[in-house]
């Protein structure tokens, strides 16, 4: 990847809205449902009732706002594939993207050690520990709290990568894509089609052999 011209390469896989499964829309629609009906009735009650009534139409109105912004901040993601390398961001902008782009995340395969596309059963209780030995001790997540996120797993993406490496990764800050250590060098992203992009990946000539679970990345 060049960090200065746009990229023109075919891709050779794209997935738009890698981060917003149908799973998560219906969740994300009933809760704005359920919380629309919550500030209705209670705004109604609290003009019958009691003034007092009326701060749970103010919880029900953050709760609404919350679900939109977040089904909002998922919509535009997608993940771009090709020989040059990979790019995960703003869908609209991944066609021509570069390594200085702040809207898209971007990455050459010289730059990647290691890869995995693993599916939603990474977090399930038995494989939570063994996943952990993917982030670096600084950006772990205490084992309860990966417990309690099981019911809400998706499949995701990990790139482990080396920043001294041409192309390395550049923009950090991508909605979407999580990064870990300091300096980060592990980054995580959603995906709809795991096999689909683990079938891709094994098409890229620079890209390292996918693995299909996270234990083999290191701190």
């Not at 890869?115 to 997540?141: C, K, L, Y």
């Not at 709290?145 to 991508?174: K, N, T, Y």
């Not at 689909?196 to 990946?201: D, N, Q």
Request: hydrophobic content about 50%; aromatic content about 10%; overall charge positive.
């Amino acid at each position: 990847m060049n960090d200065a011209d746009p990229i023109h390469a075919d891709p050779i896989y794209t997935e738009k809205r890698c981060s917003l499964p149908w799973s998560l829309v219906i969740t994300g629609l009933l809760c704005v449902t359920a919380g629309a009906v919550v500030a209705i009735v209670s705004f109604v009650l609290s003009l019958t009732i009691s003034l007092v009534i009326f701060i749970l139409t103010a919880v029900a109105a953050g709760w609404i706002t919350f679900w939109v912004r977040f089904l909002r901040s998922n919509w535009p993601t997608g993940i771009w594939v090709d020989e040059a390398g990979i790019r995960i961001g703003d869908a609209r902008a991944l066609s021509f993207a570069t390594s200085q782009s702040q809207t898209v995340f971007t990455c050459s395969w010289t730059a990647v050690g290691k890869i995995a596309v693993a599916d939603r059963s990474w977090r399930t209780p038995e494989r939570s520990r063994a996943a952990a030995a993917a982030v670096p001790q600084s950006g772990r997540i205490p084992f309860w709290v990966r417990w309690l996120m099981v019911p809400f797993a998706r499949p995701v993406l990990v790139i482990h990568a080396d920043r001294r490496a041409a192309g390395s990764p550049r923009a950090e800050l991508v909605d979407n894509v999580f990064s870990f250590g300091a300096p980060p060098t592990t980054w995580t992203a959603f995906t709809r089609r795991p096999k689909a992009l683990r079938a891709a990946l094994a098409q890229v000539p620079g890209c390292p052999t996918v693995a299909d679970h996270i234990d083999p990345f290191g701190p």
